[in-house]
């Protein structure tokens, strides 16, 4: 909706900033209307930036107040658009650790690793040691990659850089020490 100052046009609003605000035709624009319609348009603002980094992935709510944070929303604003977004089911800390997770373990990631990444991307210990849990076994998956790349010190080095734990490393380890032996 566009709105005139002293006849003159001054700026297109969202219409729901103006039904917050109480604005109408012919009503003076006083400060404490313009404080209401300024803070309207604040959270309107958080939340369009919060819809936009929504459409592109998911976001914990960590990752996603910090998004909104480096674009400027003021705290109180944050903590709204935050709780309205958990509120209708498009941030949800639990769900993003499991996808991420197997999406992760899918793409050859050890345990390490995984746990790394959430804790970086905001989710809690708690999520993340029941979103690592409900993956297959680590030496499982170590074990379709030990088939596919061969039993050698070079498949050990790259298990060991995509965070597989050392338990899982000792059988592959230890195969490859007999191996020498013999």
């Given at each position: 909706m566009e709105?005139?100052?002293?006849?003159?046009?001054?700026?297109?609003v969202?219409?729901?900033?103006?039904?917050v605000?109480?604005?109408s035709?012919?009503?003076?624009?006083?400060r404490?209307?313009?404080?209401?319609?300024?803070?309207e348009?604040?959270?309107?603002?958080?939340?369009?930036?919060a819809?936009?980094?929504?459409?592109?992935?998911?976001?914990?709510?960590?990752?996603?107040?910090?998004?909104l944070?480096?674009?400027?929303a003021?705290?109180?604003?944050?903590r709204?658009?935050?709780?309205?977004?958990?509120?209708?089911?498009?941030?949800?800390d639990?769900r993003?650790?499991?996808?991420?997770?197997?999406?992760?373990?899918?793409?050859?990631?050890?345990?390490?690793?995984?746990a790394?990444?959430?804790?970086?991307?905001?989710?809690?210990?708690?999520?993340?040691?029941?979103?690592?849990?409900?993956?297959?076994?680590?030496?499982?998956?170590?074990?379709?990659?030990?088939?596919a790349?061969?039993s050698t010190?070079k498949?050990?080095?790259?298990?060991?850089?995509?965070?597989f734990?050392?338990e899982?490393?000792?059988?592959?380890?230890?195969?490859?020490?007999a191996?020498a032996?013999?």
């Amino acid at each position: 909706m566009e709105i005139d100052l002293d006849e003159r046009p001054w700026r297109v609003v969202p219409t729901e900033a103006v039904f917050v605000a109480r604005l109408s035709v012919g009503t003076a624009l006083d400060r404490a209307t313009a404080r209401t319609l300024g803070r309207e348009l604040r959270r309107l603002r958080a939340q369009a930036q919060a819809l936009r980094a929504l459409r592109a992935r998911d976001h914990t709510v960590a990752s996603l107040e910090q998004r909104l944070k480096d674009r400027g929303a003021a705290p109180g604003v944050r903590r709204e658009t935050l709780e309205a977004a958990q509120r209708a089911g498009l941030v949800d800390d639990q769900r993003f650790a499991r996808t991420r997770a197997m999406l992760l373990a899918t793409r050859g990631a050890g345990n390490h690793l995984i746990a790394d990444d959430l804790e970086r991307q905001g989710v809690s210990d708690d999520e993340i040691r029941v979103a690592v849990e409900r993956l297959e076994a680590e030496s499982v998956r170590a074990g379709r990659i030990i088939e596919a790349r061969g039993s050698t010190a070079k498949t050990a080095r790259y298990l060991a850089s995509k965070g597989f734990s050392e338990e899982t490393l000792e059988s592959l380890v230890a195969d490859l020490s007999a191996d020498a032996i013999d």
